[in-house]
């Protein structure tokens, strides 16, 4: 999916559109007298807080028709970067109105109303949770199921409470059509997320998936291959990747993204993973036989007809670009191909002799990069560096799209080094397998 300046500006209209909706609303028709700038300023921040909130659902990256315009690291990305925004556009809304008012404090006083305080000293700790959470997962120890649990109740919970807020207050939405918008909105969010948990793996047990084979590759990692069960086998794109639940049924919450590692000509599916942690390790004992269900195709690291392939691959980043260059291999495509592919040692290399295999068979150049080179080793060792990719860049670099895919630190180097040696930005493509 190309890039473009005004499929970005058009997003963004949408965004800004969609996320100012609550604040749409609460000033159109007849509004209640100004109570001075700093206080409307205050509600303000409450409505466009809640209209980015609920829009957060929207940009999860699980819709398929958002997700390519920008891809779904991007997309990611700013899920995360608006989500701070929005958390913090809601803790201004309370602050800002206490600075100028401290009698708005009767609204967290039990004495008061207590269901009212507790609803709002609850989602100002679930907003906290929210984002401490999110920004440091791994610091806490908090395994990545559980996060998704939390993150996923916390903020339902936090726009419930906020639709119930806003009409309980009131002030803004008096007549009638203005707390109807308000709950619409909030039902069109909730459904978003039903829709995604429940609705989507009911629609999937109908078309399961059968581990073929398992087969265990170099560098801890292990192939399966599943075929459709009486269904035809899901269209994708090379490059792209699938939600992946192994086992009777679809609704569980060990839904891991996984990219489709096979050819687009072959008849099964195939993905390899790197043993990583409580669902990856358990790759190894699947049986032939065993049921799996797939969600998607998702994802926009895909090369566009006609444009060579210039791939920075480390360690399991590798599955995207074997995607790629089986299908050239059964497509008889014959556009060029340049794999740097970094790790660790020489032994660990996952698909080492199939790559081998596919550089004598496609126009591919294949460049092994080794951080602990074995003695006598003639290539190229150490970490991917400006020079090194300077070194293997074509001559009519514009002719190419690049994809990186690997641990941060080399997706990180390889971006910006690329876009230093004058790359341009629409034709670098990344995907990170570490969502958070
Ligand atoms: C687009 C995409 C494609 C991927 N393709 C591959 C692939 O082809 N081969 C491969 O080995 N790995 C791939 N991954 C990574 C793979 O999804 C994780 O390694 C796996 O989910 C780890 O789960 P775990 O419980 O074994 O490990 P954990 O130790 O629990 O998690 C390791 C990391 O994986 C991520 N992760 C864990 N669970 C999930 C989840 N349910 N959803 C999303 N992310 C999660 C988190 O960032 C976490 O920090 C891909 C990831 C993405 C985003």
Known sequence: MKYTYKRGAYWLFVYLFLALIPLIVAISGSTPGNRGFWTELGVAFGFIGFGMLCLQFLFSGRFRK????????????????IGILAFLFILAHPLLLLIVDFEFISFIDPKVNALRAISLIFVTIAIILVLASSIWRTAFGLDYEKWRLLHGFLSLAVIFIGTVHSLQVSYYLDPMWKK??????????????????LTRPWLNRKKPYKVTGVARERGDSWTIKVKPEKHRRVQFICGQ????????????????PFTIASSTSDKELSFTSKESGDFTSTWKDIKPGTMVYLEGPFGSFVPERGKNLFLVMGGIGITPAMAMLRSMKDNKDPRQAVLIYANSEWEDVTFREELMELSRKINLKLIHLLEKPPENWEGESGLVS??????????????????????KPLMDISELALRDLGIDWRLIYTERFEII
């Open 66 to 81: 958002i997700a390519p315009t920008y891809g779904m690291d991007n997309l990611l990305q700013f899920h995360r970067e």
């Open 386 to 407: 400006r020079e090194l990719l300077q070194k293997y860049l074509p001559e009519n670099p514009e002719h190419f799209m690049y994809f990186i895919c690997g641990p």
């Open 241 to 256: 990747f699938v939600w992946l639940t192994i086992g009777k049924t679809p609704f569980s919450l060990q839904q891991h």
């Open 180 to 197: 109807s918008a308000i709950v619409l909105l909030f039902l069109f969010y909730g459904y978003l997320v039903i829709h995604t948990r």
